[in-house]
């Protein structure tokens, strides 16, 4: 969201060929401001219902990119287009199996697209005002996983986790400064690297977890410690605080990891959100200060929780929506959450 304003991306009707939307709301009401629909074939995409990709809005535009691999940049108060390109066509770019997942990064006067356009085209840059190619960068094919610029020793770092590498790449040209071989099975690097003090945290499904550190000139890393079988997220970015990463593994629930040496320091046995083959939750600080934190699970259930070295406090759970894996916005004193079907604000307190 943004303002007073709730965007979402959205595909009406089933089918393999059909349209994607991206709408507008008023973030008190409800109220539709805007919508903006192309035509989008999904051919046979596996969970083809609809974009997966959260809005990015900055400087009165929103930025959207579908599942198809449509890129959009539109008039944030009006819908109206500033431009529109379909980087498979225009650019190469190669479909993943469950679609393009990675939202818009604004990084200056670029706008940032995981798209794995080929020929060293993991990550497109194109001007963000205009639409036009800036620059191409990467080895790697589409991932699921939104890049994200972390300052290091000073110097701004472009991370991109591709489905055979980790990915660091100089934001202003899109030069590989370095990559690190992490091939995953069916290509599923989806949850946000976590970067704190010199590591970078990657987690995997199939492949647990690795911690890299980064050193001093551009080009350097090494591997500080892995872990392939007690630590293996899939879509919750991790989060942390005091030394210690909070990570929802796949059998054991959400964790806490001591990041600089990766000992496992407590789980929570599947208490926070179901059990599945795929379990999911969103989590975000609410005050971190104090280890305040809140998740929406894949029930729709929004969980408040007290995070911290020791273990997970339950504070409180409500249910606010039906089955999800979308993550919530928050700001102020509401949570804003979406499913398939539905789209609904709650007060916090």
């Known amino acids: 969201m943004s303002g007073d304003q709730v965007y979402v991306m959205d595909r009406p009707g ?64 009006t819908g109206e287009v500033r431009w529109q390109v379909d980087t498979v066509r225009e650019y190469g770019a190669r479909t993943p199996t469950w679609g393009f997942a990675a939202s818009p990064v604004i990084d200056g006067p670029r706008v940032l697209l995981h798209v794995g356009a080929g020929d060293g085209g993991c990550v497109l840059a194109l001007d963000r005002l205009t639409g036009k190619l800036v620059w191409r960068g990467g080895p790697d094919p589409a991932g699921y996983c939104t890049p994200e610029v972390i300052i290091h020793e000073g110097l701004r770092r472009l991370v991109a986790w591709g489905p055979e590498h980790v990915q660091c790449l100089d934001p202003e040209s899109g030069a590989t400064l370095w990559s690190w071989p992490y091939k995953v099975t069916y290509g599923v690097s989806i949850a946000q690297p976590l970067y704190r003090d010199g590591l970078l945290l990657v987690s995997g499904y199939w492949h647990g977890t690795k911690v890299l550190k980064l050193g001093k000139s551009p080009q350097e890393v090494s591997l500080a410690w892995e872990n392939e079988k007690d630590m293996c997220g899939l879509m919750s970015a991790p989060l942390f605080k005091d030394g ?43 005050r971190e200060s104090d280890g305040l934190a809140s998740l929406l699970n894949a029930s729709g259930e929004l969980v408040h929780i007290r995070l911290g070295r020791e273990g997970v406090e339950e504070l409180g759970r409500h249910q606010i929506i039906g089955k999800t894996w979308a993550h919530p916005a928050f700001s102020g004193n509401r949570v804003w959450a979406r499913s398939d079907t539905d789209l609904v604000a709650w007060k916090l307190w």
Not at 25 to 49: C, I, N, P, R
């Open 14 to 77: 089933k089918g393999a060929v059909g349209s994607e939307r991206v709408g507008c709301f008023k973030a008190g009401s409800g109220e539709q401001v805007w919508l903006h629909e192309w035509s989008a074939d999904y051919g046979d995409m596996e969970y083809g219902t609809g974009p997966r990709a959260s809005v990015t809005v900055h400087d009165g535009r929103a930025y959207a990119l579908g599942a198809a691999g449509t890129a959009a940049c539109l008039d944030a108060a």
């Open 244 to 286: 210690v990463a909070f990570l929802l593994d796949k059998n054991r629930g959400l964790q806490g990891i001591e990041l600089a040496t990766g000992r496992l320091l407590w789980s929570d046995d599947n208490r926070l959100t179901p059990k599945d083959r795929n379990p999911q939750m969103s989590l975000v600080w609410l």
